[in-house]
């Protein structure tokens, strides 16, 4: 059986942005300029495997502040080898592919690709530090 | 930093005694540096002895901290996404292409 599989836009620009991305990550988890490609080209290759197999990867819990998250499934990989360790010692790899599968995970229909980032991705702070800012110049003005 | 500090002759004396001490725990402290003792030449510390519990506490909540951090960042991704009309999204040949990675998939190598 294979699947529909479709990503978002906004995927798009997660993959184009990664390189530049790299500076705003902590040193220790950046990804090389040779780890670019092999990043790209592994999360290109997962999205295509979810033709076969949407139910890969983890299941979210949705935490408090993230309850959106609940549904979606992520699957974490790392073009190095082995995968870096987290703070605690256990590996940590640094990419994410994210999707939700529609309508439901026992009848899919569609499988959405939401996101493919780095563990430490802070185009979500930046667009809210923005938001933040034109609304106090707002303010002010007004 | 923590709160009791040893030179190190004074340290070296204690030393069993204070391993013995800090070995015998067994529950975490909240913080890392609760039970820690300052150990350094002249009282000027820069070694830390600590229990192993404290500080593998210490580390795991970092790396809670670091998934929570990661999922309230995808969720400020997902959240504008999860509505983007069904028309408007991208085959993965598309997603592929747009990266020019189009020769990575699987029917096209």
């Given at each position: 059986?294979?699947?529909?599989?479709?990503?978002?836009?906004?995927?798009?620009?997660d993959l184009q942005s990664l390189a530049a991305e790299q500076e705003n990550v902590p040193a220790d988890w950046r990804l090389a300029e040779d780890e670019i490609r092999p990043a790209l080209?592994?999360?290109?290759?997962?999205?295509?495997?979810?033709?076969?197999?949407?139910?890969?990867?983890?299941?979210?819990?949705?935490?408090?502040?993230?309850?959106?998250?609940?549904?979606?499934?992520?699957?974490?990989?790392d073009p190095r080898?082995?995968?870096?360790?987290?703070?605690?010692?256990?590996?940590?790899?640094r990419m994410?592919?994210?999707?939700?599968?529609?309508?439901?995970?026992?009848?899919?229909?569609?499988?959405?690709?939401?996101?493919?980032t780095h563990r430490f991705d802070s185009r979500?702070?930046?667009?809210?530090?923005?938001?933040?800012?034109?609304?106090?110049?707002?303010?002010?003005?007004? | 930093?923590?709160?009791?500090?040893?030179?190190?002759?004074?340290?070296?004396?204690?030393?069993?005694?204070?391993?013995?001490?800090?070995?015998?725990?067994?529950?975490?402290?909240?913080?890392?540096?609760?039970?820690?003792?300052?150990?350094?030449?002249?009282?000027?510390?820069?070694?830390?002895?600590?229990?192993?519990?404290?500080?593998?506490?210490?580390?795991?909540?970092?790396?809670?901290?670091?998934?929570?951090?990661?999922?309230?960042?995808?969720?400020?991704?997902?959240?504008?996404?999860?509505?983007?009309?069904?028309?408007?999204?991208?085959?993965?040949?598309?997603?592929?292409?747009?990266?020019?990675?189009?020769?990575?998939?699987?029917?096209?190598?």
């Amino acid at each position: 059986m294979s699947y529909e599989v479709r990503a978002d836009p906004g995927v798009s620009e997660d993959l184009q942005s990664l390189a530049a991305e790299q500076e705003n990550v902590p040193a220790d988890w950046r990804l090389a300029e040779d780890e670019i490609r092999p990043a790209l080209t592994l999360a290109i290759q997962i999205v295509e495997s979810l033709r076969e197999d949407p139910f890969q990867g983890e299941p979210m819990e949705g935490r408090a502040n993230a309850q959106i998250l609940r549904g979606c499934r992520r699957l974490k990989f790392d073009p190095r080898e082995p995968w870096p360790r987290g703070p605690e010692g256990r590996p940590r790899p640094r990419m994410r592919v994210v999707w939700t599968n529609e309508p439901d995970e026992s009848t899919v229909a569609l499988v959405r690709v939401l996101a493919i980032t780095h563990r430490f991705d802070s185009r979500p702070y930046r667009a809210a530090a923005a938001r933040l800012g034109a609304a106090r110049r707002q303010g002010s003005s007004g | 930093m923590p709160t009791r500090s040893l030179p190190t002759n004074d340290a070296r004396n204690q030393f069993y005694k204070l391993v013995n001490k800090l070995s015998r725990v067994r529950k975490a402290s909240p913080s890392l540096l609760d039970r820690a003792v300052e150990v350094g030449p002249r009282g000027q510390g820069g070694v830390v002895i600590l229990p192993k519990l404290d500080a593998e506490a210490a580390l795991a909540r970092i790396a809670e901290l670091e998934d929570e951090l990661e999922d309230f960042t995808l969720a400020g991704l997902v959240e504008a996404r999860l509505h983007t009309p069904a028309e408007d999204l991208l085959s993965v040949e598309a997603l592929a292409d747009s990266v020019g990675l189009g020769d990575v998939l699987s029917d096209r190598r």
